[in-house]
C-alpha cells in the first residue's frame, strides 16, 4: 500500500491543477511606507500609480509585475495622505497634505501628471483658512466633464479638547484640471470636536453619481452620514441622512495597532448594468464586541434617501477581527470589490488580507485570502490608517501595508480575479484525514475525524479540475471517527488522476488520487 499524496491548498483546481496561489507583488519597502493609495488607467490597466505616507509615488507599466519608487516634492511641502486619481484624458492627480515653513496640514495640495506620474506639477491647493487644520481627504472624478470633486476634514484646531474648536466636512472642486479651485463649502450641518476620535468627523469620501450627483459620506458622534448635490456642488442638502448609527463609534482598538479606525468608503455603479446607479458605503466596526471586528455594506437605490441595513462583508465565523477595508466597483460590469486584513485563522495578533467580490450588487460576498503569508503588525510602528483598491474589466489591483521584522512595505497582487475566486477559502491541515490505498484499481476510501458537529462536504474533480460528483453534500456529521467507501465502478471511473475535495465546515483539503486498471 502506497502512503497517500495530500495537496495543501495553497493550491487550488484548475486547468491541470497548476498552482494559482495569490501572486503577491513588492512595491517598496524604503522608507517605512505605509497608508497606500492605487489607482489604475482605465484605458490601458498596465498603467498604475500608487503612492504612500509620506512622500513616495511608485509607477508601474506592467500591470503591477514591477514598480518604479520616486520621492514626491511640492512647492507647499508633503506630508502624506495620498491619494491618487486619474481623468479621462489620462492625466493623474496626487492629493496630499502640506508642510509650509512649519505650517502643517494648513491645505490640500493637488500634484498632476501628463506622463503616467514620471513627473509632476508643483502643486495648487484648496482650503487654506488661516491656522487651521485640514486633513483626511478624498477625490473623484465625474468621467463625464472631467469636474475633479475633493472632499475633507476641517479641524479648528487638531486635537484640541477646547469645547468651542469644531471638526467640519468641507468641499471644493476644479473645474480645470486641478489648476484652480473653488471657494470651499461646508456640506455638514451637525460639527464633531476636534480629538481625532469617535467625536470629530473623519472619513469624507465623495462619489459622483449617474446624472453628475456628488454624493458624500463620512463618519461621526451621530454615526454614518451622507449629504448629496444634484447641481455640482453649489447647493447641498438642509439636513445630512443618517446611514447607519455605527453603534461602537469608528475609533476603536486593535491588538498591535497603535491606532485604527472604520471610517466609510462610497462608491456608485454607474456600469450600465442591472444595479446600475446604486450607492455603496462600506466600513468596519465592531458593533459585536471589542474582539469581533466586522466589515459592513450599507447600499442605497434611490439616490442615498435610504439605505438598507447593514450586512456583513467577512463570511466567518463570530470573534475575530476584520479591519481597514476600502472598496472598488468595476465600472464594466458593476462588480464589487473589497480588501481588508483579516485574523480568521489566527487566535493571536497574526494579520492575512482577504479580498471580497460580490457580483449580485451586494446581497452576497465571496472571500479570498490573497496573501501569501501572514504578518503581525506592532503597536510601535504606525502602521497607517487604510488600504485601498482599484478595478476595472476584471483587472483588480489591491493594495496595502505589511511589516516584517520591524520593516514596512507596500504589496500588491496581480493574481487574474478568476484565479483568485477559485483559490478555497481556508486549508485544513490536520493530517488525520487520509485516503488509502492509492494508487487504487477498484475501491478507496477516505477517512478523517470530526471533533464537533460539522457540515461536510466531499467533492471529486478529474485532472483538468472538471467537476465529476459529488459524494457527499453538505451533510451535518457529529462528533466521530469517519470513513467514506469511493466505489469506482459507481462513479464511473477511468484510469487516471483524481482530486478529492474535502469541506468541513468553511475549511477545505484536496487530496490527490490515482487509480491504476
Not at 118 to 141: E, M
Not at 189 to 196: A, E, L, M, Q, V
Request: glycine content about 10%.
Amino acid at each position: 500500500m502506497k502512503t497517500i499524496q495530500l495537496i495543501l491548498l495553497s493550491c487550488c483546481l484548475g486547468a491541470a491543477i497548476q498552482n494559482l496561489s495569490s501572486q503577491n507583488v513588492l512595491i517598496s519597502n524604503s522608507g517605512n511606507p505605509n497608508e497606500p493609495s492605487i489607482m489604475m488607467d482605465p484605458t490601458n490597466t498596465d498603467v498604475l500609480v500608487a503612492g504612500s505616507n509620506l512622500n513616495f509615488c511608485y509607477t508601474s507599466n506592467d500591470g503591477g509585475q514591477t514598480w518604479v519608487t520616486k520621492t514626491l516634492t511640492s512647492t507647499y511641502g508633503v506630508w502624506g495622505d495620498p491619494v491618487i486619481d486619474i481623468d479621462t484624458q489620462g492625466n493623474f492627480y496626487f492629493f496630499h497634505l502640506s508642510n509650509t515653513g512649519g505650517s502643517w496640514i494648513d491645505r490640500i495640495v493637488c500634484q498632476k501628471s501628463t506622463d503616467n506620474g514620471a513627473n509632476w506639477s508643483s502643486g495648487t491647493f484648496t482650503g487654506l483658512n488661516g491656522s487651521k487644520n485640514q486633513d483626511k481627504h478624498w477625490s473623484v472624478i465625474d468621467r463625464y466633464n472631467n469636474n475633479i470633486y475633493l472632499t475633507w476634514t476641517q479641524f479648528d484646531s487638531y486635537g484640541s479638547s477646547n469645547v468651542t474648536h469644531r471638526t467640519n466636512i468641507l468641499f471644493s472642486k476644479s473645474t480645470d484640471g486641478g489648476d484652480t479651485w473653488s471657494a470651499t463649502k461646508q456640506i455638514n450641518t451637525s460639527s464633531g470636536n476636534c480629538i481625532d476620535g469617535d467625536d470629530a468627523l473623519g472619513g469624507a469620501v465623495p462619489a459622483v453619481g449617474s446624472n453628475g450627483e456628488i454624493y458624500v459620506t463620512w463618519a461621526g458622534p451621530n454615526g454614518i452620514s451622507f449629504n448629496k448635490s444634484t447641481d455640482q456642488g453649489a447647493t447641498w442638502l438642509n439636513q445630512e441622512i443618517l446611514i447607519d448609527p455605527m453603534p461602537t463609534g469608528w475609533d476603536y482598538k486593535i491588538p498591535g495597532l497603535d491606532r485604527s479606525n472604520g471610517l466609510p468608503v462610497l462608491k456608485c455603479d454607474l456600469s450600465g448594468g442591472a444595479n446600475h446607479g446604486t450607492l455603496y458605503v462600506n466600513w468596519t466596526d465592531q458593533r459585536n464586541g471589542a474582539n469581533d471586528t466586522d466589515v459592513w455594506i450599507s447600499k442605497s437605490v434611490d439616490g442615498g434617501n435610504t439605505w438598507s441595513t447593514a450586512s456583513k462583508v467577512n463570511n466567518d465565523a463570530p470573534g475575530k477581527h476584520q479591519f481597514f477595508t476600502w472598496m472598488d466597483i468595476d465600472q464594466t460590469n458593476g462588480n464589487i470589490y473589497a480588501v481588508f486584513y483579516d485574523r480568521r485563522n489566527y487566535t493571536d495578533s497574526q494579520t492575512d488580507v482577504y479580498l471580497a467580490f460580490s457580483g449580485d450588487g451586494g446581497n452576497t460576498f465571496e472571500n479570498k485570502k490573497i496573501s501569501e503569508s501572514p504578518f503581525t503588525p506592532s503597536e510601535g510602528i504606525f502602521f497607517g490608517d487604510y488600504t485601498n483598491i482599484v478595478a476595472h474589466n476584471d483587472i483588480v489591483r489591491p493594495i496595502w501595508t505589511r511589516l516584517n521584522g520591524g520593516q514596512l512595505s507596500i504589496w500588491t497582487n496581480i493574481t487574474p480575479i478568476n484565479d483568485i475566486l477559485s483559490i478555497p477559502d481556508t486549508i485544513i491541515t490536520d493530517n488525520t484525514i487520509t485516503h488509502y490505498p492509492n494508487p487504487s484499481t477498484n475501491n478507496s476510501y477516505i477517512s478523517f475525524k470530526l471533533h464537533k458537529l460539522a457540515t461536510i462536504k466531499l467533492e471529486l474533480y478529474d485532472a483538468t479540475g472538471k467537476f465529476i460528483s459529488s459524494v457527499i453534500d453538505n451533510k451535518k456529521m457529529n462528533y466521530g471517527k469517519y470513513i467514506i467507501p469511493i466505489n469506482r465502478n459507481y462513479l464511473n471511473l477511468s484510469s487516471g488522476t483524481y482530486y478529492y475535495k474535502l469541506f468541513i465546515d468553511d475549511k477545505s483539503k484536496t487530496l490527490k488520487s490515482i487509480i491504476l486498471d
